[in-house]
T-cell receptor, first 116, second 111 residues
Framework: GAVVSQHPSRVICKSGTSVKIECRSL??????MFWYRQFPKQSLMLMAT?????????EQGVEKDKFLINHASLTLSTLTVTSAHPEDSSFYIC????????????FGPGTRLTVL | GEDVEQSLFLSVREGDSSVINCTYT??????LYWYKQEPGAGLQLLTY?????DMKQDQRLTVLLNKKDKHLSLRIADTQTGDSAIYFC???????????FGAGTQVVVTP
């Protein structure tokens, strides 16, 4: 099946620093990728829709200046958490929609962010 | 807005069948999905069903869709310990691929 990778798998950073998370579709092209946030024992909360070559669309309540998204190619989207604070600690998951598929969306393994 | 609901917990004996239920509210959803999440991992697409279908079977998995009641279920036959995980149902809410997830059902398989 289609594979989506995320890097890093876990990161610990100091408060005030920025962290970049990469999401790659390894064997398919994805014009559209999605970024989710998941708190412990909760469902996934969509943060933004990332479209290759255009600005991301953010969900209500998600600060676009804090969560910068860049989708520079058909296989790579990045999420940068700027000036991270402890409340940004969470599990971040990306998904990629296969351009050739029938509304199939494949998820990355997630990135555990801990802000000290 | 859209809301997807699932029961939160299911305990099942190894070898029995598991049935996970889900209700959704957006009658215009064209695709409905079942994902599996193991601890500390991302989501694995198990199966999906198109809205004009009533049933879809894929090996040990059977999906039933009742559009009238907006009810979706996932049956896992001969449940194994490796099936212990959280199962999410999701509905497609727009043409870009945006998904609305349920809260997830924790399935625990006991020997």
């Amino acid at each position: 099946g289609a594979v989506v990778s995320q890097h890093p798998s876990r990161v610990i950073c100091k408060s005030g620093t920025s962290v970049k998370i990469e999401c790659r579709s390894l064997d398919f092209q994805a014009t559209t990728m999605f970024w989710y946030r998941q708190f412990p024992k909760q469902s996934l909360m969509l943060m933004a829709t990332s479209n290759e070559g255009s600005k991301a669309t953010y969900e209500q309540g998600v600060e676009k200046d804090k969560f910068l998204i860049n989708h520079a190619s058909l296989t790579l989207s990045t999420l940068t958490v700027t000036s991270a604070h402890p409340e940004d600690s969470s599990f971040y998951i990306c998904s990629a929609r296969d351009d050739q598929g029938v509304n199939e969306q494949f998820f990355g393994p997630g990135t555990r962010l801990t802000v000290l | 807005g859209e809301d997807v609901e699932q029961s939160l917990f299911l305990s099942v004996r190894e070898g029995d069948s598991s049935v996970i239920n889900c209700t959704y509210t957006d009658s215009s959803s064209t695709y409905l999905y079942w994902y599996k999440q193991e601890p500390g991992a991302g989501l694995q697409l198990l199966t999906y069903i198109f809205s004009n279908m009533d049933m879809k079977q894929d090996q040990r998995l059977t999906v039933l869709l009742n559009k009238k009641d907006k009810h979706l279920s996932l049956r896992i036959a001969d449940t194994q310990t490796g099936d212990s995980a959280i199962y999410f149902c999701a509905e497609l809410t727009d043409s870009w691929g945006k998904l609305q997830f349920g809260a997830g059902t924790q399935v625990v398989v006991t020997p």
